[in-house]
């Protein structure tokens, strides 16, 4: 995997190393609202980490690197398998309102089209910011429901 340059991040991807940092940026409670769990500690990160950097080519992490305070502000994750991707994303609640999740989401969307058919989100259906962001990524919401998520899609060519 690479690098993924944007206007303001670095997608940086994922190692071990980036736990400590990142635990604090996911140590927000409230992040897990629509998601379910808690915030995990730095040494429960860098295992979760050490196990997705060594999964499968299919598991693709990234970190959000904010050059202008030289800081990880989250991440986002797609999953490849065959034609479709289905992606995530998570930015810390102190950078959220500023678009990185959309800018982050948008350029990972973007590679993916590249090798992929179809890209897919499963989103709460309270979530509004999260709904946002998959739209202007270019998903739309299918109208099919997923575990109380809905699943929304974006076809290659459409």
């Known amino acids: 995997m690479e690098t993924i340059d944007t206007d303001r991040l670095t997608l940086v991807p994922l190692l071990p190393e980036h736990a400590g940092e990142m635990a604090g940026v996911l140590s927000d409670p409230a ?52 034609r479709t991707a289905e992606v995530a994303w998570v930015v810390g609640t102190p950078w959220q309102g500023r678009g990185l999740a959309k800018e982050a989401a948008v350029a990972l969307v973007g590679r993916l089209l590249d090798e992929v058919d179809t890209v897919i989100a499963h989103i709460h259906p309270e979530h509004a ?8 990524a270019g998903l739309r919401p299918s109208g099919r429901m997923q575990d109380g998520e809905i699943r929304w899609e974006l076809q290659n060519g459409s």
């Open 129 to 136: 910011a999260s709904q946002a962001v998959a739209a202007a």
């Open 31 to 82: 992040l897990h609202e629509f998601t379910g769990g808690s915030p995990l500690t730095a040494l429960e990160l860098r295992a979760r980490y050490a196990r997705l950097a060594a999964g499968p080519a299919g598991w693709r992490n990234w970190v959000l690197r904010l050059r202008a305070e030289d800081r990880l502000v989250g991440y986002v994750q797609a999953t490849v398998e065959g």
